[in-house]
C-alpha cells in the first residue's frame, strides 16, 4: 500500500519549514524529518507514524486510535501508530505532528553522509 498522499500533504501545511526540516521515504511512506532525526510520517500502513518521548509510550497506548509500531515482530518503544480514521481530524493531526515534531527537536541533530 502506497502512503496517503493527501494526508502527506495536510502535514506538510501544519511544519513549519525550515532548513531543519526534510522529507524521505520510509517505512513505505513519507516521513517528515528535524535535523534528520523523524518526527512523524504519512505511513505506507494508513495513518500517521510518529515518534515520541519513549517514556510516554505505554501512557500514550492507552489512547483508542494509538497502536505500537512494530517492526521485526516487536514494539518500538517511542514509535506510534495514529488509526487513519483519527488522522483524518484535522485537530487529532495537529495534536499528533505537534508531539512527534516537538520531541524530535529535543534530539540531537544527525551529521549529514
Known amino acids: ?8 500533504d495536510r502535514i506538510r501545511l501544519m511544519i513549519k519549514p525550515g532548513p531543519e ?3 524521505r521515504k520510509m517505512f513505505g511512506g513519507l516521513a517528515f524529518l528535524i535535523g534528520g532525526n523523524m518526527a512523524v510520517a504519512a505511513s505506507g500502513q494508513g495513518g500517521l507514524l510518529v515518534r515520541v518521548d519513549p517514556k510516554e509510550s505505554d501512557e500514550l497506548l492507552g489512547i ?3 497502536r505500537p ?3 521485526g515482530g516487536r514494539d518500538m518503544v517511542g514509535w506510534l501508530r495514529v488509526t487513519p480514521d483519527a488522522a483524518d481530524d484535522d485537530a487529532v493531526l495537529r ?14 541533530p544527525k551529521k549529514k553522509k
Do not use: I, N, Q
Open 64 to 66: 483508542e486510535f494509538v
Open 69 to 71: 509500531m512494530v517492526m
Open 95 to 108: 495534536e499528533w505532528v505537534d508531539r512527534g515534531v516537538d520531541y524530535a527537536r529535543t534530539l540531537p
Open 21 to 23: 526540516l526534510s522529507e
Open 1 to 8: 500500500m502506497a502512503y496517503d498522499e493527501e494526508l502527506a
